[in-house]
């Protein structure tokens, strides 16, 4: 299957019938979410009200964590085999994840401040997130560094794969340290510390956050495709 | 092995006769050095507390600064492609200049850490694992440099580009090379720091050069 969309218009064909499904559901799946996360779920004993940013904080990191594993994943295929999308996916998915990472860089100050009394703290995991940051900005500005598309992409896969070693720092730096951001109650090896009328929205969140990064990585797809012909036509007619 | 010999041979002699900016490194290490005692204030107790930080920070940057022709002028007049076609593998090529930089660049910043460490009168003690530190941390700065270098090479407007690429890579080096120090300084062991670094050296002696002669490779194309 893989071999199957080597060839671009293949792809582009199944983005057109994909992408209407998709933004349908993720506006759906978005306003599940914040229906149940924002009104109908329960209030923390301890946090009051403003444990509802967790329906925000939560999904948008584990997106920028599996949008950049996604990153590498592609960014290897893209070295290793030449496929030809895997390196525009590459490059069309570092923007998401990077947005991603700022969501969760804000909306955790915004949580830090009335609970944990600061802005930022340089903890073990806000440390490394921040550090996620910069491998995608790097990324993203060594992918548009060269005039020619397939070097950049050829380029900043190397770097991604070199800084893959960050995810599982960010990962397992809550359980290493023991600083100021909370331990996982979720993705560990016992049962979910969370109680199922939290949980739920929770997952629902993440499922709109990923059909959100689906659909917004179709689009850039598509469009970086574009940009491709466009060049092409543009050599072209030079000729 | 004769070959990577002669190549780092032919890079010192070249920065020693002043084609590459060795000299000018050690003055913007101390240069740089003062600056921060401008900015932070004569506070010696200040000073003494931010000391280690002061000269990993500044080693750091003093290194990026001479990365950045590393590759050009091999680039630039073809030599690069002949290295290419040549029967040397490329990894042998990348472990050279590696090698060559930490000679030239690394070796400074070791000469010049107990100097600056003078400047901001850390303690006696601090001496040695500051050393051993700065020993085993260097050549790391220079392999993971030459990773950088090689991938932002050929590129427009480059500018600030290699060092955001590579200042995230830097940062476990620049943790563990600092906790060395400090550590000394509140009288803990620091020795399983010093063996972090070592681990981190031999993981980018035998990683580094390889993704280099990859980048590299696309750098000829």
Known sequence: MINYFSNPNRFLKLTEKLLP????????????????????????????????????????????????????AM?????????????????????????FTVIVIITGSLWGKPIWGTWWVWDARLSSVLVLFFLYLGHIALSHAFENPLRGIRASAILALVGLVNIPIIKFSVDWW????????????????????????????????FLYFLTILLVRIKSELTSQKIRAINIKMIK | MNRIGLLIIKDVKLALQGASDTGMTFVFLLLACTLFQFSIGPDQTLLIKVGGGVIWVVALLATILSLERLFITDFEDGTLEQYFLSPMSLVFFALAKAISHWLTTGLLVIISAPIIALLYSLPNEVFLPLFLSMVIGTPILSLIGTLGAALTLGAKRSGVLMPLIILPLYIPVLIFGTLVIYNVMYGHNYNSFLIVLIGLLLLSLALAPWATACALRQAIE
């Open chain 1, 21 to 72: 499904w998709l933004v349908g559901l993720t506006i759906l799946f978005f306003l599940v979410g914040v229906y149940f996360g924002l009104l109908y779920s329960p209030a923390d004993y301890q946090q009051g009200e403003t444990v509802r940013i967790m329906y925000v904080h939560v999904p948008a990191a584990w997106l920028a964590l599996s949008c950049y594993a996604f990153m590498a």
């Open chain 1, 75 to 99: 960014g290897a295929l893209s070295l290793t085999y030449k496929h030809p999308l895997a390196g525009i996916a590459a490059r069309s998915a570092a923007p998401i994840g990077a947005g």
């Open chain 1, 178 to 209: 023991n600083t100021l951001h909370q331990p996982a109650s979720l993705t560990r090896f016992d049962a979910p510390a969370i109680d199922p009328s939290m949980l739920i929205p929770l997952i629902i969140m993440a499922l709109a956050f």
